[in-house]
């Protein structure tokens, strides 16, 4: 965990993997597409009928009322309940495949997807880091969000205050989004070592990314510019 960091071997290790163990690509592709049918199922299961009987009075021109979207409720909250855990784990399980892909290479069986309590632990460190994310960023907007409404509530209707006000929140928008993702990356090695050490780690990752926050910028906006590429074309 304490090797250097480089931006080349970073942004192409998912390139050297493919090129090595093709095979992997197939077991995660199998296991994607499996994950998308089971989602897929899960929804028409739970919203096709409600959705059936609204698109039906659409095309037949009938009044919309609230009858029609009661049954989605229920159903909308019974899909919270399934998805989100589901979806959860499936992240998971992708980031620790992927993780493990880098850090034991040798170990590829099943494409290097497991099913276990790894899985979860990573899941967990996952949710963590989104939740962390969110309350920097919103604890960033809050402290721009002060002294706009001050700024906003004694200039009253001017086009001074308004246009203050205005510059306050796209700093504020600029602000959260660049802090959120700096503690983000200072964050970033925390699910490959919970997934090294077998036990969950959050903050310790603070210190291992220490001086590396430029560089791993500088390799996701490769690896980015990478995925759009090969999308694009």
């Not at 077991?27 to 299961?45: E, I, K, Q």
């Not at 009044?63 to 998805?83: H, V």
């Not at 960023?137 to 402290?143: C, D, R």
Request: aromatic share 12%.
């Amino acid at each position: 965990m304490a090797a250097e960091f480089s931006i080349t071997d970073a942004a192409t290790s998912g390139v050297r993997l493919f090129l090595r163990k093709p095979k992997v690509y197939a077991y995660w592709t199998g296991f994607n597409l499996l994950a998308m049918a089971t989602y897929l199922v899960v929804m028409g299961v739970l919203f096709g009928q409600p959705l059936g009987d609204i698109l039906d009075a659409v095309v037949q021109g009938r009044e919309m009322d609230s009858a029609l979207f009661l049954p989605l409720l229920p159903r909308m909250a019974l899909a919270f309940l399934i998805l989100f855990p589901a979806g959860l784990f499936y992240s998971g399980v992708v980031r620790a495949a992927a993780t493990r892909a880098m850090i034991a290479p040798e170990d590829d069986r099943n494409g290097y997807l497991r099913f276990g309590a790894a899985e979860l632990r990573v899941a967990v460190v996952a949710l963590a880091l989104a939740i962390i994310s969110f309350v920097v960023q919103f604890a960033v907007a809050i402290v721009f969000a002060i002294p706009s409404a001050i700024i906003g509530g004694v200039s009253g209707d001017s086009i001074g205050g308004q246009m203050a006000s205005a510059m306050l929140q796209s700093i504020s928008s600029i602000a959260s989004s660049l802090a959120a993702a700096y503690v983000w990356l200072r964050l970033a090695f925390a699910p490959a070592q919970t997934l090294d050490q077998g036990k969950i780690y959050i903050l310790e990752s603070w210190s291992l990314t220490k001086g590396r926050v430029l560089s791993m910028l500088v390799s996701y906006i490769i690896v980015w510019l990478i995925l759009m590429m090969v999308f694009t074309v």
